[in-house]
């Protein structure tokens, strides 16, 4: 499979050396300081904490050209317009893996509605200076799993293809029947969760504020409130359904856990502070329209 992957930080950066290892031929799109390290060093990955760092020579290029069978596209929400024109002179399917609540209409309607997928990456790491470190329990092990579909839900011959094709990379891909629903859903609690640890000064000092954390899940069933004609994916039908008290203790103990403190929740920086205020637009504009 020829892929392009734009975006070359702690996600993109994991999906391309795994593909480049399992034999594809795969473009990591990249500029600034980061295509230079990544000419000279190519991805260099390391588990956790370890001082173990391996190097991927993943070919990177600064301005992508001709036909891809597929470009996955793993940015933040706010940074996904100007991504939409450089994906517009490009020919290929078009995998967007990353936070979005606005669905496939205005992704198709810049790039053509038939390229677009959607998915979400079960993965979380950080950028240790040109280092990207990652924890084994993420989309590279059996235990979480990345959903790709296509926005109307159909199953088609293309998203097997690509299930079955990053199955074969070692990554624990599947296919999800209500995408488009799972993203919103999964904003729905995104923003507010965010939101609190930015506020609180992280997560282990929001877990430790248990009327902070009530007060959030308030927040996120409002906002699920607002998308009630929406199929719940099963992931996240506990937040509808479970009592708010247990709520609270199960992610009271999330966010005193070391896959807390190994997130993006940890430490947000200015990007993602700017990706939570996207979110939280495209949200209210769902709430709007219902």
Partial sequence: MKLLVY????????????MHEAGHDVS???????????????????????????????????????????ITVFVRAHQVDVVLESLAGLEGDVLFLHNWASGAQPLGAVIGHERVLLGFPAVAGTMDGDVVRYRKTNFLTRRVAMPIGEPDGRTTSRLERIVETFRAAGLNAKAEPHM?????????????????????????????????????????????????????PRAFAGLRA??????????????????????????????????????????????GAR
């Fill in 242 to 287: 479970l009592p708010i008290g247990l709520l609270v203790a199960l992610l009271r103990r999330f966010l005193a856990s070391p896959t807390a403190a190994h997130s993006g929740l940890n430490g947000p920086s200015a990007a993602t502070v700017a990706e939570l205020e996207r979110l939280a637009e495209q949200i209210h504009a769902l709430a």
């Fill in 180 to 232: 488009d629903a799972w993203l919103k859903t999964h904003a729905a609690f995104e923003v507010p969760l965010g939101q609190a640890v930015h506020v609180a000064g992280g997560p282990v000092v929001l877990a430790d504020d248990p009327d902070a954390v009530r007060d959030m899940l308030r927040l996120v069933r409002q906002n699920l409130a607002a998308m009630a004609t929406l199929p719940v």
């Fill in 7 to 18: 975006g070359a930080g702690v996600l993109g950066s994991l999906f391309a050396a795994r």
């Fill in 28 to 70: 990591l799109l990249a500029r600034g300081g980061r295509l230079t390290a990544l000419r000279r060093h190519g991805v260099q990955l390391a588990e956790g904490d370890s001082p173990a760092v391996r190097r991927v020579p993943v070919p990177v290029v600064e301005d992508p050209d001709g036909r891809y069978d597929l």
